[in-house]
């Protein structure tokens, strides 16, 4: 009976959700797919029976062996581990990839390499590497910051627990495997690794493109270098996956007919042709997924598989699973299938068609975890398909070939074109109208996906598609209509940034984070991507907000205005407030003056209100932007006030207590990062918090917070949260309902507490 496959796929998926991931909201839809499975194939009970007992007892022993590594004791380590070169990563000193510990489990690997000649060699080689090192052998290090990237998440879902952080290492010998798949296995990645230096030394356009669309490579820089690829939702076509195995499929199955090769024959070579993919990519296990898909599909037209397109799919779904259990748990894996499913009820549309609803159809996916959509975005995919279908593969096919044969002219030109396509992607970026959404509610985004499911099975389109509208706009309009606020006091390592919704359209960042550039040797790598800035625009993203009315300098040090020229590049300030005095200095003509893009200006002291819910506390006079010169500022967040104080010291905390308007303030952020010179005892004990949070560095070389100072909270009874302790710290309310909410722990230890 047709559709059995379907379901049966669907509910094992369910099952694995609920099993590795307690994923409790799938329990309705297995009830009614397990319905399904009982009323309408009741004929395949025992069937459906005994492959339903084989997943789970397979889910369960994947679980079960995960949570037994995560059990495994962690520390400072020496041991001896292997690595493969096509598998690194280099930045700046540090190489980063996967390494293979001596009881076989695979780890992420951080290596801060201080040696050159090492650093070089597993640059330039191609080979498995047995290394011999010291480091930290730990858990995968949790997500730091809401609404970005999840760490534990996305590598728990890959098979990985842990990551080896090694300090010092020595390359001992070649890996020579034993074996006949590590063997095979090491061939196919030195292989992969020996075409992606090849690559590398074409230029930029056949490069970036060349290596992504046929190696499944993407360099570290490439999104950096090129623009708009991500804000135009065409990231699928340079994610080595179901586009490239649609399109050898697809032009080949049109090239064999053309020479008048028989159906048979073509399918039997259309196999060999993604295999040979598959090897040349190195083994991508996104593109494992694609060909196993496209894999099903020519044996269902051989008639080897005696299966409907839908059944075919949910086979393909099921051994996928077995390939890799948490497939369903990241955006990759999601897209993949979700992509092909669309297609198998788009059969016979034109292409224009196909574009604009699998657009729509991976919307609530692309909604949940990028928070923002671009209405041209369709436009673009509508334009982009058969451009990249008959303009850009030819073209990188045409320039690889003549740069193999050396050909310069034929290259040039074949780059000069690749050029211009990133010019116009580039150029598509630019055009405003990105919406940002902010995360929605999961709920939402289920009954979106499953509205557009319905909707594409031409049941009641009209009536299901006012719905969706309706749905679309309320995810749209929750975060601009949300009431209460939030204050986050973003980690942003051995810095200072704090985030203050107030009411809606009303936000205030003090502060942006920064690290100091450390010298590199001449021999590093360069670094483009400033990944704090970044995370604080994720944030603010995931918060559906996309514009900052007041961003407060406290002060000129790299710490606290370091991430500025990047942050100001995405998200628009309308008003940038510095200290008295700070706008003559040689650090805001640096990296304040040259990236205010329109925002105004204003340099600030005591008394000045910036809004209706905060009064600038300090400076008194005019300064040269330093610690002392630090801007305070009072904040009445809801139910409870708030004092940020920058990096005052105690000698200007000691002159805000001359205010006899000061009052009880509730909750205090720490000056200085939680350092002996601020927090006087005496300001404490005037303001009389009930709360103090420490913005600080994990493990940084300063000690902060420092004892003197949370002995002086203890003594005052304050309950003290640090960001290194625990990640991003929000505070929030609704009316006269607040709570706090820590993004990793629970508030830090004080000094004689229990």
Excluded at 105 to 133: D, I, K, N, P
């Amino acid at each position: 009976m047709p559709g059995y496959w379907l379901v049966l796929s669907l509910y094992i998926a369910g099952l694995n959700t609920v099993i590795r991931y307690q994923f409790w909201w799938s329990v309705p839809l297995l009830l009614w797919l397990s319905s399904l499975l009982v009323i309408r194939f009741r004929c395949r009970i025992v069937l459906t029976i005994l492959i339903t007992i084989g997943y789970v007892g397979f889910f369960i022993a994947q679980d079960a062996k995960l949570t037994a590594l995560a059990q495994r004791p962690t520390g400072k380590v020496e041991s001896t581990f292997r690595i493969h070169a096509d598998e690194l990563q280099f930045s700046g000193t540090t190489i980063t990839g996967f390494a293979v510990m001596p009881n076989r489990e695979r780890v992420r690997l951080t290596w801060f390499c201080r040696e050159e000649a090492t650093f070089r060699q597993l640059q330039t080689t191609h080979v498995g590497y047995v290394v011999t090192g010291v480091g930290d052998y730990e858990g995968i290090q949790p997500r730091r910051n809401a609404y970005n990237f999840d760490p534990i998440g996305y590598w728990r879902s890959r098979g990985i627990i842990h990551q080896f952080v090694v300090k010092q290492a020595t390359i001992t010998q070649v890996d020579t495997p034993t074996g006949a798949w590590p063997f095979i296995n090491s061939r196919i990645r030195t292989g992969h690794s020996r075409l992606v230096a090849w690559f590398e030394t074409l230029p930029p356009g056949l490069r970036d493109y060349g290596e992504t669309l046929f190696l499944g490579y993407t360099r570290r820089d490439f999104y950096d270098d090129n623009v708009g690829i991500q804000k135009m939702g065409l990231v699928h076509l340079f994610s080595i996956s179901g586009f490239q195995v649609a399109g050898v499929y697809v032009l080949w199955r049109k090239f064999g007919r053309w020479i008048g090769i028989t159906r048979e024959r073509s399918l039997l070579i259309v196999q060999v042709l993604l295999a040979v993919l598959l090897l040349f990519a190195g083994g991508v296990q996104s593109l494992v997924r694609a060909v196993l898909l496209a894999l099903t599909q020519a044996w269902r037209e051989l008639g080897w598989l005696r299966l409907s397109a839908v059944d075919a799919w949910g086979v393909a779904l099921l051994g996928g699973l077995l390939l890799e259990p948490g497939v369903l748990h990241n955006l990759g894996g999601q897209l993949s299938y979700l992509l092909t499913f669309g297609l198998l009820w788009l059969t016979g549309k034109p292409g224009w068609w196909q574009c604009i609803f699998l657009s729509v159809l991976i919307l609530p996916v692309l909604l949940w975890h990028t928070y923002a959509w671009h209405p041209i975005s369709i436009l673009a995919n509508l334009v982009a398909m058969p451009v990249f279908t008959w303009l850009v593969i030819p073209v990188l096919l045409v320039g690889i070939g003549a740069a193999w044969c050396v050909l310069t002219p034929i290259m040039s030109c074949c780059n000069a074109l690749i050029n211009g396509i990133q010019f116009g992607i580039a150029q598509m970026d630019r055009v405003p109208g990105e919406l940002v959404f902010g995360q929605p509610p999961l709920l939402l985004s289920g009954v979106a996906l499953v509205g557009t499911v319905s909707w594409l099975l031409r049941r009641r389109r009209r009536t299901i598609g006012l719905v969706l509208l309706v749905i679309y706009g309320v995810m749209f309009l929750l975060p601009r209509l949300a009431t209460g606020g939030f204050v986050a006091f973003a980690d942003v390592g051995q810095g200072d940034a704090t985030i203050v919704r107030l009411a809606p359209r009303q936000v205030m960042l003090v502060d942006v984070g920064g690290k100091m550039n450390l010298p590199q040797p001449p021999w590093a790598t360069p670094q483009k991507r400033d990944f704090q800035a970044q995370q604080l625009v994720q944030f603010l993203r995931g918060k559906g907000i996309t514009r900052v009315q007041q961003l407060v300098l406290t002060h000129k040090d790299i710490d606290h205005i370091g991430n500025l020229p990047h942050f100001l590049q995405q998200i628009p300030v309308d008003n940038i407030y510095v200290p008295l005095g700070m706008m003559q200095t040689e650090a805001y003509q640096e990296l304040v003056a040259p990236h205010c893009k329109g925002a105004s200006v204003q340099e600030v002291q005591a008394g000045m209100r910036l809004n209706r819910w905060t009064l600038v506390k300090h400076p008194f006079k005019s300064g040269a932007g330093d610690n002392e010169d630090s801007v305070a500022v009072l904040v009445e967040t809801g139910p409870k006030r708030l004092m940020l104080t920058g990096d005052l010291d105690q000698a200007g905390e000691r002159n805000l207590l001359d205010d006899p308007m000061l009052g009880r303030v509730p909750i205090l952020k720490f000056g200085h990062h939680g350092s002996k010179t601020s927090t006087a005892s005496e300001f404490v004990q005037r303001l009389q918090p009930n709360v103090g949070v420490v913005s600080a560095g994990v493990k940084n070389r300063f000690g902060h917070p420092n004892q003197e100072t949370l002995v002086t909270a203890y003594q005052n009874n304050m309950q003290v949260f640090s960001t290194a302790e625990s990640g991003m710290l929000q505070y929030c309310w609704s009316g006269k309902r607040d709570r706090w909410q820590a993004e990793i722990t629970s508030p830090i230890q004080l000094p004689g507490r229990p």
